[in-house]
């Protein structure tokens, strides 16, 4: 039983252009959800977080969106960077369950120049 | 460079044999962490340590423990070790045992059982 989906294994975005990664989940104890990007041979990057409290977060070209109604977030990019090329994973944790993260499959993003 | 350190990087082993994973984590971090990533798969957590203590198992096999010694680095033991076992595994630290910080990777150890 898959609680956080990423439907979307792939996604490309001209540079300069927004990017725009979803994530849905089904668990309506979670309440605190995060975005990590992944580089080849390397760990998951913390990137941003977002509590159930709030419907927005930002941090610089980063904004996350908390739909709990539909049990949707989703990660926007803007303007988008060939850096920014990596695998984006969604997670999400409940009060109480110490940041046992619960993970989606990724979206491999990719910037083309 | 998240801080957390796992060795070794590369681990190629045969069926039914053991191996040993180790993380040290951040400075300071007292909460360990391990993940395990499958092919094209989100990663699956599998057990939490906090100051030398478990606090909780995911989805953790019975051929599988772990510890977490008075230095607060951290051993995954794989035992009997079955083609399927192959993966990335992962380990994270935190400062604390519940919420507030977000979790910090090391690079992992890719395990390949043949």
């Known amino acids: 039983d898959q609680q956080v989906k990423q439907n979307s294994p792939s996604l490309s975005v001209q540079e300069g252009r927004i990017s725009i990664l979803n994530c849905d989940y089904t668990?309506?104890?979670?309440?605190?959800f995060l975005w990590y990007k992944k580089y080849p041979a390397e760990g998951p990057t913390f990137l941003i977080s977002?509590?159930?409290?709030?419907d927005k977060n930002e941090d610089g070209r980063f904004t996350v969106f908390l739909n709990k109604s539909a049990k949707h977030l989703s990660l926007h990019i803007v303007p988008s960077q060939p850096g920014d090329s990596a695998v984006y994973f969604c997670?999400?944790?409940?009060?109480?369950?110490?940041?046992?993260?619960?993970f989606g499959s990724g979206t491999q993003l990719t910037v083309l120049p | 460079d998240s801080g957390v350190t796992q060795t070794p990087k590369h681990l190629i082993t045969a069926t039914g044999q053991r191996v040993t994973l180790r993380c040290s984590p951040r400075?300071?971090?007292?909460?360990v962490y391990w993940y395990q990533q499958s092919l094209d798969q989100g990663l699956q957590f599998l057990i939490h340590?906090?100051?030398?203590?478990?606090?909780a198992k995911g989805n953790i096999l019975e051929r599988f423990s772990a510890q977490q010694f008075p230095d607060l680095h951290s051993e995954l033991n794989l035992s009997s070790l079955e083609l399927g076992d192959s993966a990335l595994y992962f380990c994270?630290?935190?400062?604390?045992?519940?919420?507030?910080?977000?979790?910090?990777f090391g690079n992992g150890t890719r395990l390949t059982v043949t």
């Open positions: 994270a630290s935190s400062p604390v045992a519940g919420g507030g910080s977000p979790l910090h």
């Open positions: 977002i509590s159930s409290i709030k």
């Open positions: 400075s300071g971090d007292l909460s």
């Open positions: 997670a999400a944790s409940r009060s109480g369950s110490a940041r046992q993260l619960t």
């Open positions: 668990n309506s104890m979670f309440d605190y």
């Open positions: 340590y906090y100051n030398g203590e478990e606090r």
